[in-house]
T-cell receptor
Framework: GNSVTQMEGPVTLSEEAFLTINCTYT??????LFWYVQYPGEGLQLLLK?????DKGSNKGFEATYRKETTSFHLEKGSVQVSDSAVYFC???????????FGTGTRLTVIP | NAGVTQTPKFRILKIGQSMTLQCTQD?????MYWYRQDPGMGLKLIYY???????DKGEVPNGYNVSRSTTEDFPLRLELAAPSQTSVYFC??????????????FGSGTQLSVL
């Protein structure tokens, strides 16, 4: 079946620290992978995506690489800011599936 | 470009009352979804639709109904509200499920409390 396992939170970091949020997946076929971000009081919005193995998605200083051999799509940022405080969701779109599969979300808090 | 619009933003219901959460999108997307997000939890799929006149159940459909009479609108109906339905509800849409069209667009959510 299709599923996403995401690093449990919450995660608290100091400003300018390095961020990693782990995400692994199980899927049939060749899925596309996504990271969505939810800022307080808002809906989810797409942060980045990768549609095939070894692709790297990037946006706003965040990066994630589609690793087929380890079935992973870990989110990284070299230097977090207070404004990055949000909940981050890993998701996959499996071949032939009508819906996306989401992880449970990881809450990130960045303190000055 | 409005994207996905949900109304209302907040609502308090009494147990046993009914209501409809409205969702409309102006992107001509075929696929539409309803999710609920309980406090501190991830998203659970309630219902989805792959086009006008076609709907299907997600993970947690009990206590809800949907209809899709037009491409633009996908209302979610709660018939007999229960405290377990207290949650934040998100509507989302996407053009298709093939690569390049998979991106989900979300509304800003409806916060519902059932007391």
């Amino acid at each position: 079946g299709n599923s996403v396992t995401q690093m449990e939170g919450p995660v608290t970091l100091s400003e300018e620290a390095f961020l990693t949020i782990n995400c692994t997946y199980t899927a049939t076929g060749y899925p596309s992978l996504f990271w969505y971000v939810q800022y307080p009081g808002e809906g989810l919005q797409l942060l980045l995506k990768a549609t095939k193995a070894d692709d790297k998605g990037s946006n706003k200083g965040f990066e994630a690489t589609y690793r087929k051999e380890t079935t992973s799509f870990h989110l990284e940022k070299g230097s977090v800011q207070v404004s990055d405080s949000a909940v981050y969701f890993c998701a996959l779109s499996a071949t032939g599936a009508n819906n996306l599969f989401f992880g449970t979300g990881t809450r990130l808090t960045v303190i000055p | 470009n409005a994207g996905v619009t949900q109304t209302p933003k907040f609502r308090i219901l009494k147990i046993g009352q009914s209501m409809t959460l409205q969702c409309t999108q102006d992107m001509n997307h075929n696929y539409m979804y309803w999710y609920r997000q309980d406090p501190g939890m991830g998203l659970k799929l309630i219902y989805y639709s792959v086009g006008a006149g076609i709907t299907d159940k997600g993970e947690v459909p009990n206590g809800y109904n949907v209809s899709r009479s037009t491409t633009e609108d996908f209302p979610l109906r709660l018939e007999l509200a229960a405290p377990s339905q207290t949650s934040v509800y998100f509507c989302a849409s996407r053009r298709g499920r093939d690569r390049g069209n998979e991106k989900l667009f979300f509304g800003s959510g409806t916060q519902l409390s059932v007391l």
